[in-house]
């Protein structure tokens, strides 16, 4: 039956969405958006049935589909037959106008809105079934099973932490922010696509796995990856975060400064205000001001827990840094990231 179905070739930005929207990783989503629904999240953050979700996930196509309401269609990644996709609508995109809703701009200076466009102004929504799934690594759970390991570790409070890089000191006091607040942190950093200069999914692993094993309580620490890509797109992606982890079982999100932004796109502390705006997501956010090294205060510090000592002496701390000194042939000094990290990073410039 499925031999005579029309099939649609999928990336695989798409191959992952779908597994994400087959396990309930983006629950309460079963498929790719219909219009109706992508109109609603870009314009309300809320689908038609009034739930909170903020980034439209689409399966987009460069050419108008020869498919309508009720057809299936088989969904092809790599020359497999990955899945099956019931039909509730195909229709055309207004890709800037869901740029500027979704991104806040229509630039393709950024990241998220430049794949965007790529990807096509043609959609096809509608529930979907997988038939073939990747070979998973050992880091990627189902929400269900990463549910099952915070029961069996008897943690009732989890505190998901979200990275798309490599860790630095800052992202250190974040996870120690966490297991202050909790029975466990969940580690949870993007396996899927990134912006080039950010560093490669192989590298910011085995980063966390050393930073675990060597510094943190592994009794309380878990590290697991969410495969999906990054979308860069600042409050909205911090919302759909959010939402995401819940689904995994963590109680607590931690939000810090510029969370998911990119460049000077947003504001750093819009990722904060947004959450004002909703109803409870039934997970608490955790918002956490700048994090630098401060030496008055004697170590890692932020904007809530520093007395405002001497700004001009505090030594901001973020990735791009850590990678220009690494590209120059220079070890970043120990306010910036561990040393024993460095042998990591720098296989990753």
Same mark, same amino acid.
């Given at each position: 039956?499925?031999?005579?179905?029309?099939?649609?070739?999928?990336?695989?930005?798409?191959?992952?969405?779908?597994?994400?929207?087959?396990?309930?990783?983006?629950?309460?989503?079963?498929?790719?958006?219909?219009?109706?629904?992508?109109?609603?999240?870009?314009?309300?953050?809320?689908?038609?049935?009034?739930?909170?979700?903020?980034?439209?996930?689409?399966?987009?196509?460069?050419?108008?589909?020869?498919?309508?309401?009720?057809?299936?269609?088989?969904?092809?990644?790599?020359?497999?037959?990955?899945?099956?996709?019931?039909?509730?609508?195909?229709?055309?995109?207004? /890709?800037?106008?869901?740029? #500027?809703?979704?991104?806040?701009? =229509?630039?393709?200076? $950024?990241?998220? !809105? +430049?794949?965007?466009?790529?990807?096509?102004?043609?959609?096809?929504?509608?529930?979907?079934?997988?038939?073939?799934?990747?070979?998973?690594?050992?880091?990627?759970?189902?929400?269900?099973?990463?549910?099952?390991?915070?029961?069996?570790?008897?943690?009732?409070?989890?505190?998901?932490?979200?990275?798309?890089?490599?860790?630095?000191?800052?992202?250190?006091?974040?996870?120690?922010?966490?297991?202050?607040?909790?029975?466990?942190?969940?580690?949870?950093?993007?396996?899927?696509?990134?912006?080039?200069?950010?560093?490669?999914?192989?590298?910011?692993?085995?980063?966390?796995?050393?930073?675990?094993?060597?510094?943190?309580?592994?009794?309380?620490?878990?590290?697991?990856? /969410?495969?999906?890509?990054? #979308?860069?797109?600042?409050?909205? =992606?911090?919302?759909? $975060?959010?939402? !995401? +982890?819940?689904?995994?079982?963590?109680?607590?999100?931690?939000?810090?400064?510029?969370?998911?932004?990119?460049?000077?796109?947003?504001?750093?502390?819009?990722?904060?205000?947004?959450?004002?705006?909703?109803?409870?997501?039934?997970?608490?956010?955790?918002?956490?001001?700048?994090?630098?090294?401060?030496?008055?205060?004697?170590?890692?510090?932020?904007?809530?827990?520093?007395?405002?000592?001497?700004?001009?002496?505090?030594?901001?701390?973020?990735?791009?840094?850590?990678?220009?000194?690494?590209?120059?042939?220079?070890?970043?000094?120990?306010?910036?990231?561990?040393?024993?990290?460095?042998?990591?990073?720098?296989?990753?410039?």
């Amino acid at each position: 039956m499925r031999e005579t179905l029309p099939q649609i070739p999928i990336g695989e930005d798409e191959r992952l969405d779908l597994e994400n929207l087959a396990t309930g990783a983006f629950h309460p989503l079963q498929g790719f958006l219909t219009q109706e629904e992508t109109l609603s999240v870009a314009y309300e953050m809320r689908l038609p049935s009034g739930e909170v979700w903020t980034i439209p996930i689409l399966l987009q196509l460069r050419e108008k589909p020869r498919v309508g309401k009720e057809d299936r269609v088989v969904l092809v990644h790599g020359g497999n037959a990955v899945a099956v996709l019931q039909v509730e609508d195909a229709y055309e995109l207004d /890709l800037r106008g869901l740029a #500027r809703r979704v991104f806040g701009t =229509e630039s393709d200076a $950024h990241p998220g !809105v +430049r794949r965007l466009y790529a990807k096509g102004a043609y959609a096809v929504g509608g529930r979907v079934e997988v038939l073939r799934w990747r070979p998973r690594g050992a880091l990627e759970k189902t929400p269900e099973e990463v549910r099952t390991f915070s029961r069996k570790m008897g943690w009732r409070r989890v505190v998901a932490f979200q990275t798309r890089n490599a860790p630095h000191r800052a992202h250190e006091y974040l996870i120690r922010l966490g297991l202050e607040l909790a029975d466990g942190v969940l580690v949870h950093p993007i396996l899927g696509a990134k912006k080039e200069d950010d560093f490669p999914t192989e590298i910011i692993v085995k980063a966390y796995q050393a930073l675990v094993e060597g510094f943190l309580p592994r009794d309380r620490v878990a590290l697991f990856g /969410l495969a999906t890509p990054m #979308r860069y797109a600042g409050p909205k =992606e911090a919302v759909f $975060h959010a939402l !995401v +982890r819940k689904n995994f079982g963590a109680t607590h999100f931690l939000v810090g400064r510029d969370h998911a932004g990119v460049g000077e796109f947003y504001d750093p502390y819009a990722a904060h205000r947004i959450f004002d705006q909703l109803p409870p997501l039934g997970i608490e956010i955790v918002k956490v001001g700048a994090v630098f090294h401060c030496p008055l205060c004697g170590g890692m510090a932020s904007e809530k827990t520093c007395p405002d000592h001497h700004r001009g002496r505090r030594t901001s701390i973020s990735m791009t840094k850590v990678r220009s000194l690494l590209r120059e042939g220079k070890a970043p000094p120990p306010e910036l990231v561990r040393p024993e990290l460095l042998p990591l990073l720098q296989e990753g410039v």
